[in-house]
């Protein structure tokens, strides 16, 4: 079973899906992350760095690959380039499985990268055309990683109890953008908090929010029960 998990920004993925990522890893299920850009420029990252950083972020999360685009920050509009870019790497990378930026947000690169991977799920499937690898369609779930000042319902809640602290690890590898940073330092309380509450919908400790919007089928109706 492959997973791709797209994110704007080196550091999106961690924060809004690392706990689950980390479970998915250890699971057995090959999970790989797409930056759709370098998250540059920033205060106090360069390239160099953010590249290091987020390499070290996906090794602490057992990530099978990290690719990195070259679409541009702050300016990443949904256009047939990008489109096709990330459609390639799911026919290329056989996916199953997306995860992404559920869209409703603050900042517009977290917007456009929605609208991209929405798209480059469509072209995917293409028969007649010039797209590397053979045709996909995979299912498509949206992690909460929002700038806006709201509180997000999703459709369901992953228990990430277990995987906490190394979402957390892993967090910290991207010194440039939040232990460097005075104005950032608060991330990590941020997340805690918002992993108890998420956590507390479902009767554990810490958790993380799924949105899906379309019908979720079931099969064994024992998963019901687990």
């Known amino acids: 079973m492959n997973i791709l998990v797209v994110d704007a920004h080196p550091d999106d993925a961690e924060l809004g899906l690392g706990g689950t990522i980390f479970k998915m890893v250890k699971s057995g299920l090959n999970v790989y992350i797409l930056d759709l850009t370098d998250g540059e420029p920033t205060p106090f990252g360069t390239h160099e760095k953010r590249i290091s950083e987020a390499k070290k972020a996906a090794e602490i999360l057992g990530v099978k690959n990290r690719i990195t685009l070259d679409l541009e920050n702050r300016y990443l509009f949904d256009t047939k380039e990008a489109r096709m870019k990330v459609a390639e790497i799911i026919r290329e990378y056989e996916i199953d499985f997306i995860f992404t930026h559920h869209g409703e947000d603050a900042h517009p690169d977290h917007i456009s990268a929605r609208k991209i991977v929405d798209a480059a799920r469509f072209y995917a499937k293409f028969v007649k055309t010039e797209l590397k690898g053979k045709p996909r369609y995979p299912k498509i779930f949206y992690y909460i990683a929002s700038h806006k000042k709201k509180v997000f319902q999703p459709n369901f809640v992953i228990d990430i109890t277990e995987e906490f602290e190394k979402k957390i690890e892993a967090i910290k590898c991207?010194?440039?953008?939040?232990?460097?940073?005075?104005?950032?330092?608060?991330?990590?309380?941020?997340?805690?908090?918002?992993?108890?509450?998420?956590?507390?919908?479902?009767?554990?400790?810490?958790?993380?929010?799924?949105?899906?919007?379309?019908?979720?089928?079931?099969?064994?109706?024992?998963?019901?029960?687990?």
């Open 174 to 226: 991207y010194e440039s953008q939040f232990l460097l940073n005075p104005e950032r330092r608060d991330i990590f309380e941020i997340l805690e908090a918002n992993a108890r509450f998420y956590g507390s919908k479902i009767g554990v400790k810490y958790g993380e929010g799924i949105i899906f919007e379309e019908v979720f089928g079931i099969k064994d109706i024992n998963f019901l029960f687990k």
